[in-house]
């Protein structure tokens, strides 16, 4: 009986450390109002947060050798960049951009199938995004402009700071 094994070629590792899925803390400049009423007369902040956590999709390119020809360097630490987009939330499919740098740390794996490569990726870098203000002409702790009934919101572009943590989608 003959036993068949599917090695992947170098090239497919490649492409696939190339893209990951991943998680970002993202440090708001202005704070986005999730939720705002009228009480007593006046506009009330209900949820706003200062700080937003989300998904996102990303590409790595990461360095294949060791950076600046270091001999004592870790074979499996790799610096890198990484570049992404926002998985929407509610209506909105993509809500944001970012790029950043990034350390990769690169596992290795010999199985059945051949060989795989696996990477977690540790980065920072900035964003550019939108959140949900309140409208022109309404402030907390402020009465309603005359006309409006109820509480309406703005999407506004913000740009700021963030941390992201992914996984390679060869590692999945």
Same mark, same amino acid.
């Given at each position: 009986?003959?036993? /068949?094994?599917?090695?992947?070629? %170098?090239?497919?590792?490649?492409?696939?450390?190339?893209?990951?899925?991943?998680?970002?803390?993202?440090?708001?400049?202005?704070?986005?109002?999730?939720?705002?009423?009228?009480?007593? $007369?006046? /506009? *009330?902040? %209900?949820?706003?947060?200062?700080?937003?956590?989300?998904?996102?999709?990303?590409?790595?390119?990461?360095?294949?050798?060791?950076?600046?020809?270091?001999?004592?360097?870790?074979?499996?630490?790799?610096?890198?960049?990484?570049?992404?987009?926002?998985? +929407?939330? %509610?209506?909105? !499919? !993509?809500? $944001?951009?970012?790029?950043?740098?990034? /350390?990769?740390?690169?596992?290795?794996?010999?199985?059945?199938?051949?060989?795989?490569?696996?990477?977690?990726?540790?980065?920072? +870098?900035?964003? *550019?995004?939108?959140?949900?203000?309140?409208?022109?002409?309404?402030?907390?702790?402020?009465?309603?402009?005359?006309?409006?009934?109820?509480?309406?919101?703005?999407? *506004?572009?913000?740009? $700021?700071?963030?941390?992201?943590?992914?996984?390679? /989608?060869?590692?999945?």
């Amino acid at each position: 009986m003959t036993q /068949v094994t599917t090695v992947r070629s %170098d090239e497919e590792n490649t492409f696939l450390r190339q893209f990951s899925v991943g998680v970002a803390s993202m440090n708001l400049r202005t704070p986005e109002i999730r939720k705002a009423s009228v009480g007593g $007369g006046v /506009v *009330r902040i %209900d949820e706003s947060s200062q700080y937003r956590n989300a998904f996102w999709l990303q590409t790595n390119w990461i360095v294949d050798k060791k950076p600046f020809g270091w001999s004592l360097w870790p074979s499996s630490i790799r610096p890198g960049i990484w570049a992404g987009l926002e998985v +929407g939330t %509610d209506s909105k !499919l !993509l809500n $944001g951009i970012a790029a950043g740098l990034q /350390v990769s740390f690169i596992r290795l794996q010999k199985g059945s199938n051949g060989e795989s490569t696996s990477a977690v990726n540790f980065g920072y +870098g900035r964003y *550019r995004s939108s959140i949900q203000t309140l409208a022109d002409g309404i402030e907390a702790g402020k009465p309603l402009p005359s006309g409006l009934e109820s509480v309406s919101y703005a999407q *506004r572009s913000i740009t $700021g700071k963030m941390w992201m943590l992914s996984l390679n /989608v060869s590692a999945f």
